[in-house]
């Protein structure tokens, strides 16, 4: 079965340094997602990527993060420099878009920042 | 300002026991969908309902999409200690956007 993959699953840094987030979608899905979600709550979108181009990155703390999917497929996103309110899980998910009514979005299993 | 609001936030009860879960909004969505999230990973989708009244069943779990197209509710029957896990619901805006509610924490005591 198909599956979202993220990388690393677990990270700590300490502040001020740069980390650095991998995801690779389910093959074929042209719409990916980064979300963060912060311990108790529901995840909230940071970027939404369709195939190369950004469709919406307006909660994307743009001063210190940044994300790309420069071939249309895998994606990164990086924090430069991390601040301790940045821990939290970094999830992404992929879903196609061809003009549906609806939107199903496929998880991966995230991965887990502490910044100490 | 959430957008839309799960209730409860936490719930725990004994295996057997029925149990309702309640996502509700003043916005009007095009789809729903439910998550269930054990700890540590990603959420996994459950269900996606489309039409206002729609009811979907999957094994001992029941959904439901208001007339309205606002709230949804998600029924489970005879509770397992399998079923505990953070249940999410997200409604879609547009056809691409989905927003999350903040979860109910369930946990099922054998």
């Known amino acids: 079965e198909a599956e979202v993959a993220q990388s690393p699953r677990y990270k700590i840094t300490e502040k001020s340094q740069a980390v650095a987030f991998w995801c690779d979608p389910i093959s074929g899905h042209a719409t990916l997602y980064w979300y963060r979600q912060i311990l108790g709550q529901g995840p909230e979108l940071l970027v939404q990527f369709q195939d190369e181009s950004v469709v919406d990155d307006s909660q994307l703390p743009k001063d210190r993060f940044s994300a790309e999917r420069l071939k249309g497929v895998d994606s990164t996103l990086k924090i430069q420099p991390a601040e301790l309110g940045d821990s939290a899980m970094y999830l992404c998910a992929s879903g196609v878009f061809a003009g549906a009514a609806y939107n199903e979005q496929f998880f991966g299993p995230g991965t887990r920042l502490t910044v100490l | 300002t959430q957008l839309l609001e799960q209730s409860p936030q936490f719930l725990s009860i004994q295996e057997g026991e029925n149990l309702t879960v309640y996502c509700n909004s003043s916005?009007?969505?095009?789809?729903l969908q439910w998550y269930r999230q054990e700890p540590g990973e990603g959420p996994v989708l459950l269900v996606t309902v489309v039409t206002g009244g729609e009811v979907k069943k999957l094994k001992r779990l029941t959904f439901q999409f208001g007339d309205a197209r606002k709230d949804s509710s998600l029924h489970i029957t005879a509770a397992q200690p399998g079923d505990t896990g953070l249940y999410l619901c997200?409604?879609?805006?547009?056809?691409?956007?989905?927003?999350f509610g903040q979860g109910t924490r369930l946990t099922i005591n054998p």
């Open positions: 916005s009007v969505f095009s789809s």
């Open positions: 997200a409604g879609a805006q547009g056809a691409q956007k989905l927003v």
